[in-house]
């Protein structure tokens, strides 16, 4: 069973700063692309960042809600996609997910905004 390994997230007032990290078995990451998504209460799953494989070009794509306050990466050597978060919103709190392809979740982190 392919595992997603997320960390970060947490509580953080508005205009703070945030970093969330998910590892992904090797094989999965080489060759897949790695994304975030996230999910507010009521709301569906949407896409918040991703960043393509090395081979693949690398090309990162990024929701325009988040446009300019979040950045996408990849660590190569160390399987591991992050989002940093800066300039953060109420509206960003949600559940946030890394995933990997089109088949793998990771449990989710929470991230609360506050006012």
């Known amino acids: 069973q392919v595992q997603l390994v997320e960390s970060g997230g947490g509580l953080v007032q508005a205009g703070g700063s945030l970093r969330l990290s998910c590892t992904a078995p090797?094989?999965?990451?080489?060759?897949?692309?790695m994304g975030w998504y996230r999910q507010a209460p009521g709301e569906q799953r949407e896409l918040v960042a991703s960043?393509?494989?090395?081979?693949?070009?690398?090309?990162?794509n990024y929701a325009d809600s988040v446009k300019g306050r979040f950045t996408i990466s990849r660590d190569n050597a160390k399987n591991t996609v992050a989002l940093q978060m800066n300039r953060l919103i109420p509206e960003d709190t949600a559940i946030y997910y890394c995933?990997?392809?089109?088949?793998?979740w990771g449990q989710g982190t929470q991230v609360t905004v506050s006012s």
């Open positions: 995933r990997a392809g089109n088949s793998w």
């Open positions: 090797g094989i999965i990451f080489k060759y897949n692309v």
């Open positions: 960043a393509a494989s090395a081979g693949s070009g690398g090309n990162r």
